[in-house]
């Protein structure tokens, strides 16, 4: 097996000073680098619908409870800001994907559904996603996979509890 970019920076960084732990940088560094070239993906099948990711996160945040939710509901299940949310919103908005309704008690509030298209939208798109997903992962087999997502929930559930961002 070839080494990694992450390899390469953590023997230089122990050829320049060997008393550094590095071990860090090997878990970190590796889920950083992954992060970066998914991102550069960008999600083929999103992408061909003319989505990014962070739209997308939001539609199926209101198709998956399958109920309205408000824009701050919305900007805490996608790990948003409210500014983010409301920008990614107007877009949806102007592409008819979603609606928002005005609280009837607090004029403040709005409230977001799923236009018809907009479902129909997410649920034609969610399988296609799932499988291009499923193709980035292809080289890992199927216990690798297990193990990988069984490692990572157990980080993600530690620095939900240590650095915040807990869902409830």
């Known amino acids: 097996m070839t080494d990694d970019i992450v390899a390469s920076v953590v023997r230089q ?6 008393e550094l732990d590095t071990g860090p940088m090997e878990i970190i560094g590796r889920i950083n680098r992954c992060a970066a070239l ?8 999103l992408r061909s619908a003319g989505l990014t990711r962070a739209e997308f996160d939001l539609l199926g945040a209101v198709r998956r ?8 509901e919305l900007a805490r ?8 949310v409301t920008k990614r919103l107007r877009a949806l908005q102007d592409r008819a994907l979603v609606e928002r309704r005005g609280d009837d008690r ?17 649920d034609r798109l969610l399988p296609e996603q ?15 996979r297990d193990e990988l997502a069984s490692r990572l929930s157990e980080l993600l559930v530690q620095l939900e509890g240590r650095l915040g961002g807990a869902r409830r």
């Open 65 to 72: 409870t399958d109920r309205e939710l408000t824009p701050g």
């Open 77 to 84: 299940e996608t790990f948003s800001s409210g500014a983010a």
């Open 130 to 144: 799932l499988a291009y997903e499923r193709s980035v992962l292809a080289g890992l087999d199927l216990p690798g």
């Open 38 to 45: 998914l991102q550069q993906a960008e999600d083929a099948p």
């Open 13 to 18: 960084w122990q050829a320049v000073n060997p």
């Open 106 to 122: 607090d004029r403040r509030v709005a409230h977001v559904r799923l236009t018809d298209e907009g479902r129909a939208l997410v």
